[in-house]
């Protein structure tokens, strides 16, 4: 791990990182990265393979600008030093299942009875209470139960997880941006708080307009590969030469895209085709149109007008 930065907007917080694998990791690292004074405790048996090879770039990428400290957390030595370095500190971020902080006694009212101000970050796979409370979080399952992978992939082709851990990643950076909330509200109560996160809740949030197209419309939202679910034409089309990705939603947009393609006459096609892919009939012929005259051409041949 590199050494944390000499200054930074977060350079007067100290932050106790009791993290590992990716979600809590990445919380932290927002954190480090803006300077926070960041002390990973690790276990004297290591994170059993989880998050990579120690000098390996996941583990690198995860955990820059980190200082580390080797603590056994399951013997009470381990635990006393925890806790004095609690007393000096601003946040602690954890991400174990939720019965094992307890157990430990390191959960939250058990380190604000040391420091009435400590920001206290849990990041779970199911939340701190509920029936799954108790299961160990994957980001393969977070995608699938929070819905990404019913509307990722080409249509008809079966559930498809994204190409990034973005539950994962989500469930953390929301992490991080409660921790900083609490230090703000700090200021003003003198107290810190208990932030919880977690990697089913991020990934339903990560569904916005998708989810708001169900609860507000009824509508359940399909896969559309490469393709805008609501608005077209928006794509990958194949060239003479290759693909090239074109994001030409609303009218004026649409119509520098037909200048540049050699075929304003598309721009005729009536506009309400733009509203909803498949909903309208002009819209799909215009679709297809695109991609056809796109493929008469080399991408090196379409420059923006």
């Not at 959960?107 to 970050?121: F, G, H, Q, W």
């Not at 990041?123 to 139960?145: L, N, V």
Request: charged fraction near 20%.
């Amino acid at each position: 791990m590199t050494a944390g930065p000499t200054g930074g907007p977060l350079a007067r917080f100290k932050v106790i990182d009791l993290t590992r694998v990716r979600a809590g990791p990445t919380a932290v690292r927002q954190l480090a990265d803006w300077g926070a004074d960041v002390i990973k405790i690790e276990s004297p048996e290591g994170d059993a393979g989880l998050g990579g090879e120690r000098h390996g770039p996941d583990f690198q990428n995860l955990h820059r600008n980190k200082r580390s400290l080797t603590l056994n957390l399951k013997s009470p030595e381990g635990v006393a030093v925890m806790k004095r370095l609690v007393a000096q500190s601003d946040v602690v971020v954890e991400n174990y299942r939720p019965d094992v902080k307890f157990r430990l006694g390191v959960d939250y009212e058990s380190l604000k009875a040391i420091n009435p101000r400590i920001v206290y970050a849990s990041i779970s796979g199911f939340g701190q209470d509920g029936p799954y409370r108790d299961r160990p979080g994957f980001d393969q399952i977070a995608q699938g139960m929070g819905g990404l992978m019913s509307i990722t992939g080409e249509p008809g082709s079966g559930p498809m997880r994204v190409g990034i851990p973005v539950a994962d990643l989500t469930a953390g950076i929301f992490a991080a941006m409660g921790i900083l909330v609490a230090l703000l509200e700090r200021e003003q109560s003198g107290e810190g708080q208990w932030v919880k996160s977690s990697l089913l809740g991020a990934q339903i949030s990560m569904l916005d307009f998708q989810a708001a197209r169900w609860t507000i419309g009824k509508e359940v939202p399909g896969q559309a590969g490469n393709n805008h679910p609501t608005s077209i034409p928006t794509g990958v089309f194949a060239t003479a030469d290759g693909f090239i990705n074109i994001a030409a939603a609303g009218d004026d947009i649409y119509r520098r895209l037909c200048k540049a393609l050699g075929a304003e006459h598309l721009a005729g096609e009536p506009v309400e085709f733009t509203e909803r892919i498949g909903t309208h009939q002009h819209g799909w012929s215009s679709f297809h149109l695109v991609g056809q005259q796109s493929y008469s051409s080399g991408s090196e041949n379409l420059q923006p007008p």
